[in-house]
């Protein structure tokens, strides 16, 4: 949290949290939260095959998914799958009694033997080692790729160098670290969105390079361990996604990655997980050049699987700054609780938190479809919302979705259809710095609010070197005019205390833009997460008001090694 600023204070709390026995208990890394591993990970649920752990909360540790290195890969249905996790999950098990005892009988070979018997000992590591009380695997990171964006005629690029680390210390301390150097030439119309937000989606600060291009550094980086078998515990600079989706109303992994400490604690049917978060309120910056100031978010996640099909989660989140315009607030500590209502703890301080609630489901039917959803509630008067009068304080978003595995009996091909809708003003917030963003990046759905979106998306693995992605999505915004003089709702980046009127409120109003976009992505693996990329992205915005319509169809082809592929999807 705010180490700086309380010290003393919060570093007792953060080792009492952690719980730091003689005695511990085995812990690692998690899988990065992508469109191929969730992909995996989905379609296994879906089958049974994932001995009934919860998937909403990501990103999901490889200890949980190791269940997956049993199964029988001979099935024609999942061997790709199955294929990929019994590869990355290489270092499983550690070791047994009988390794045990070999390891300690072993005399150690010179350390250049050494070093290059444990070079590519599996495809999943360029460096590996392991023994009794240590575990390291070490990677590059590497994408390069070039296109051309046919609207403007221009070139695209991106180039991306650095290394990740992932290990285990006495079989109880798991460790992740990644650095990258970055530069990037987007389309035109990412370079507007940019250019209007300050930020690149995703990152953090940046600067100019070579004219139309973008230069910065990413570091990310935790570590994890286990107070008892069945809470795990994770500190560290990452993100966090909750939901089935697509896209998630309640928390995805769009923004700027964020300190957090993060408990989840399994057990029976139950998975409860407790984040607290310092996030970066970046438009006090802009507003007042004051400089970049703190904020904080906490949430906590209750999963339940009713049945073996059928999950139900519940969450409640809450954003606050507890500091003025020239002093950045605290964590507060009476948030720290992790079985209270969060709600009463706002009324208990007389405090104006932004409080969010909702829930999210998904039901597995016959093994091969996923029926998924999601509802957050921001604010609502009852009375306003049974008369139906539009009231602008009646913010909500709903999602549905459905994902059909092996499709038509086709063994690897995956279809999904979702559907997302936000109220106007939903995530907003009288006091500009207590709203639903981090590092002025939307912390759940990128679009904001007061839109409706469909996406359709066609997944197909017909063997296991190549995946091929192609979807469609549009969506409904209202976004507000030319001269900002009136918030429509749209645009979480600011208050809604500048609204037009009180009643009579609808999704979409304001200025009517329609956004859509088309994709295409075929990706060939000719090593273990080593891929040759190809895409094409068209994208077309057509408003009410001129200067916000816009047309732009780009490719791209490119090697990208141990990294996922980004999204230009919003």
């Given at each position: 949290?705010?180490?700086?600023?309380?010290?003393?204070?919060?570093?007792?709390?953060?080792?009492?949290?952690?719980?730091?026995?003689?005695?511990?208990?085995?812990?690692?890394?998690?899988?990065?939260?992508?469109?191929?591993?969730?992909?995996h990970?989905?379609?296994?649920?879906?089958?049974?095959?994932?001995?009934?752990f919860?998937?909403?909360?990501?990103?999901?540790?490889?200890?949980?998914?190791?269940v997956?290195?049993?199964?029988d890969?001979?099935?024609?249905?999942?061997?790709?799958?199955?294929?990929?996790?019994?590869t990355?999950?290489?270092?499983?098990?550690?070791?047994?009694?009988?390794?045990?005892?070999?390891?300690?009988?072993?005399?150690?070979?010179?350390?250049?033997?050494?070093?290059?018997?444990?070079?590519?000992?599996?495809?999943?590591?360029?460096?590996?080692?392991?023994?009794?009380?240590?575990?390291?695997?070490?990677?590059?990171?590497?994408?390069?790729?070039?296109?051309?964006?046919f609207?403007?005629?221009?070139?695209?690029?991106?180039n991306?160098?650095?290394?990740?680390?992932?290990?285990?210390?006495?079989?109880?301390?798991?460790?992740?670290?990644?650095?990258?150097?970055?530069?990037?030439?987007?389309?035109?119309?990412?370079?507007?969105?940019?250019?209007?937000?300050?930020?690149?989606?995703?990152?953090?600060?940046?600067?100019?390079?070579?004219?139309?291009?973008?230069?910065?550094?990413?570091?990310?980086?935790?570590?994890?361990?286990?107070?008892?078998?069945?809470?795990?515990?994770?500190?560290?600079?990452?993100?966090?996604?909750?939901?089935?989706?697509?896209?998630?109303?309640?928390?995805?992994?769009?923004?700027?990655?964020?300190?957090?400490?993060?408990?989840?604690?399994?057990?029976?049917r139950?998975?409860?997980?407790?984040?607290?978060?310092?996030?970066?309120?970046?438009?006090?910056?802009?507003?007042?050049?004051?400089?970049?100031?703190?904020?904080?978010?906490?949430?906590?996640?209750?999963?339940?699987?009713?049945?073996?099909?059928l999950?139900?989660?519940?969450?409640?989140?809450?954003?606050y700054?507890?500091?003025?315009?020239?002093?950045?607030?605290?964590?507060?500590?009476?948030?720290?609780?992790?079985?209270?209502f969060?709600?009463?703890?706002?009324?208990?301080?007389?405090?104006?938190?932004?409080?969010?609630?909702?829930?999210?489901?998904?039901?597995?039917?016959?093994?091969?479809?996923?029926?998924?959803?999601?509802?957050?509630?921001?604010?609502?008067?009852?009375?306003?919302?049974?008369?139906?009068?539009?009231?602008?304080?009646?913010?909500?978003?709903?999602?549905?979705?459905?994902?059909?595995?092996n499709?038509?009996?086709?063994?690897?091909?995956?279809?999904?259809?979702?559907?997302?809708?936000?109220?106007?003003?939903?995530?907003?917030?009288?006091k500009?710095?207590?709203?639903?963003?981090?590092?002025?990046?939307?912390?759940?759905?990128?679009?904001?609010?007061?839109?409706?979106?469909?996406?359709?998306?066609?997944?197909?693995?017909?063997?296991?070197?190549?995946?091929?992605?192609?979807?469609?999505?549009?969506?409904?915004?209202?976004?507000?005019?030319?001269?900002?003089?009136?918030?429509f709702?749209?645009?979480?980046?600011?208050?809604?205390?500048?609204?037009?009127?009180?009643?009579?409120?609808?999704?979409?109003?304001?200025?009517?833009?329609?956004?859509?976009?088309?994709?295409?992505?075929?990706?060939?693996?000719?090593?273990?997460?080593?891929?040759?990329?190809?895409r094409?992205?068209?994208?077309?915005?057509?408003?009410?008001?001129?200067?916000?319509?816009?047309?732009?169809?780009?490719?791209?082809?490119?090697?990208?090694?141990?990294?996922?592929?980004?999204?230009?999807?919003?």
């Amino acid at each position: 949290m705010n180490f700086a600023g309380n010290f003393k204070i919060q570093l007792p709390l953060l080792m009492l949290f952690l719980g730091i026995y003689s005695k511990g208990f085995c812990q690692d890394t998690y899988l990065p939260i992508n469109t191929f591993t969730n992909y995996h990970i989905d379609r296994l649920d879906i089958a049974g095959k994932t001995n009934g752990f919860i998937t909403s909360v990501k990103p999901i540790s490889r200890a949980q998914v190791n269940v997956l290195n049993r199964l029988d890969s001979d099935s024609v249905l999942y061997k790709n799958s199955i294929q990929y996790f019994k590869t990355e999950l290489f270092e499983y098990p550690l070791y047994d009694t009988m390794q045990e005892k070999l390891i300690s009988n072993l005399v150690l070979p010179t350390p250049w033997r050494s070093f290059k018997k444990s070079l590519y000992a599996s495809p999943a590591a360029l460096y590996s080692k392991k023994i009794r009380d240590f575990t390291l695997m070490i990677n590059p990171i590497l994408v390069i790729s070039g296109g051309k964006d046919f609207s403007s005629e221009n070139s695209t690029y991106q180039n991306t160098r650095g290394a990740e680390i992932r290990g285990m210390i006495d079989n109880t301390v798991g460790f992740y670290s990644s650095i990258t150097e970055n530069q990037f030439r987007f389309p035109d119309y990412y370079t507007q969105i940019i250019d209007s937000t300050g930020v690149i989606p995703g990152e953090g600060f940046h600067k100019g390079f070579g004219g139309a291009a973008s230069d910065f550094f990413q570091a990310k980086g935790y570590f994890t361990f286990s107070p008892s078998k069945h809470i795990i515990a994770q500190f560290g600079h990452d993100r966090n996604f909750i939901g089935n989706g697509y896209r998630s109303l309640i928390l995805s992994n769009y923004s700027k990655e964020y300190l957090f400490l993060k408990f989840n604690t399994r057990i029976w049917r139950f998975n409860y997980q407790n984040l607290f978060t310092q996030l970066t309120d970046f438009s006090s910056q802009s507003a007042t050049g004051r400089g970049i100031k703190p904020k904080y978010f906490v949430n906590h996640y209750l999963g339940v699987k009713l049945f073996n099909a059928l999950d139900l989660g519940v969450f409640e989140s809450v954003i606050y700054d507890r500091g003025d315009i020239n002093q950045p607030g605290n964590f507060d500590i009476n948030y720290l609780n992790p079985i209270i209502f969060y709600r009463a703890i706002e009324h208990n301080l007389n405090s104006s938190d932004n409080v969010i609630i909702g829930l999210d489901w998904k039901w597995n039917i016959k093994k091969r479809i996923s029926f998924y959803g999601q509802f957050v509630l921001d604010e609502f008067v009852k009375n306003e919302l049974i008369n139906r009068t539009g009231w602008w304080a009646n913010k909500y978003g709903v999602q549905t979705g459905l994902k059909y595995i092996n499709a038509f009996t086709i063994a690897g091909l995956d279809l999904q259809l979702e559907y997302n809708l936000l109220r106007p003003y939903t995530y907003t917030h009288f006091k500009l710095s207590q709203n639903y963003v981090n590092y002025n990046q939307a912390l759940a759905h990128p679009l904001g609010a007061n839109f409706k979106e469909i996406i359709a998306i066609a997944r197909y693995q017909p063997f296991y070197s190549l995946f091929i992605e192609a979807g469609i999505i549009q969506a409904i915004k209202g976004l507000d005019s030319s001269s900002q003089t009136k918030h429509f709702g749209g645009n979480i980046l600011t208050t809604y205390e500048n609204r037009p009127y009180e009643n009579g409120h609808t999704i979409g109003q304001g200025v009517k833009t329609v956004y859509s976009i088309l994709f295409f992505n075929a990706s060939y693996m000719m090593y273990h997460n080593m891929w040759i990329d190809a895409r094409i992205n068209v994208r077309t915005a057509k408003s009410d008001l001129t200067t916000h319509s816009s047309n732009s169809s780009w490719i791209q082809l490119g090697l990208r090694m141990n990294l996922s592929m980004r999204n230009y999807d919003f």
